[in-house]
């Protein structure tokens, strides 16, 4: 893996080293006191380069175009909420997503196969062990914002979502978020509606392509923003999951991906 990513930075080979112990400790610390945590410069340019040579072509003549009109909750009616409730504006997602089985072999595809990734990732989210998905599409995803498209508002299903920035769009295409929006106990619609509404302001993350980030984002609203200009943003999307054989139903593969694997 020396050739995909930058192991002399980032010791994922050396579990039980020092080096390595520290940085899940500051990987740690990242997502106590920020949600989240980047790992810059993870992947190197070479490969990074080769991968966008590999999806692009793809990405322009077999993606799937995913546009969808949306609440920030993914869901038509919420308990407490009358249907014209701010918390509930519509926002619209647009995207262009490339599937695992159109990755395999790839760069990408043995990273997210590659165990002292999985054994990073555990230690540093406090689980026993990581898996990856059971599912011909889902496990790794690589999604396009092009001119005008975004990923808008939502909070997550997923404890945290593993991402790897292939290329920053020139304008526009942030990755946004408000930490901590709600809770377990309290849903804060109020603070929904704020940030709908452009009363509350996001905290603006700055990448640079390869840069790996994992976020928690059950809680905390986010987004992409759009993207404005002619170079789109680029990011893959790599879900491992706390148990053996996870699966996207035969629904959700058709509403994300147009198509069942």
């Not at 080096?19 to 400790?25: F, K, R």
């Not at 997210?112 to 998905?133: C, G, I, K, S, T």
Request: aromatic share 8%.
């Amino acid at each position: 893996m020396k050739d995909i990513l930058d192991l002399d930075r980032y010791p994922l080979d050396q579990q039980g080293s020092a080096a390595y112990q520290q940085m899940v400790d500051d990987a740690k610390a990242g997502l106590a006191h920020h949600g989240l945590f980047n790992l810059a410069g993870f992947m190197r340019p070479k490969s990074i380069a080769e991968m966008l040579d590999h999806v692009c072509p793809r990405l322009a003549t077999e993606s799937f175009h995913h546009r969808r009109s949306h609440n920030i909750y993914f869901q038509d009616q919420m308990d407490g909420l009358a249907p014209d409730d701010p918390a509930l504006a519509k926002v619209e997602t647009a995207n262009h997503t490339l599937c695992h089985d159109q990755l395999l072999g790839t760069a990408l595809d043995r990273l997210y196969n590659w165990q002292p990734f999985m054994h990073f990732l555990a230690a540093v989210m406090e689980q026993p062990a990581l898996y990856v998905m059971d599912d011909p599409l889902s496990g790794i995803n690589v999604l396009e914002y092009r001119t005008g498209e975004a990923l808008n508002w939502h909070f997550d299903r997923s404890i945290f979502t593993t991402t790897l920035l292939l290329q920053a769009a020139q304008d526009g295409g942030d990755f946004e978020y408000a930490q901590d929006l709600r809770s377990d106990t309290d849903a804060n619609h109020a603070g929904v509606a704020d940030l709908l509404a452009g009363r509350l302001l996001p905290t603006q993350l700055q990448q640079d392509a390869g840069t790996l980030n994992v976020f928690l984002g059950r809680n905390t609203a986010h987004r992409v923003s759009q993207v404005n200009s002619q170079r789109s943003r680029i990011v893959a999307v790599l879900s491992h999951y706390d148990r053996p054989g996870a699966c996207f139903s035969a629904s959700e593969q058709m509403g994300f991906f147009g198509r069942v694997g």
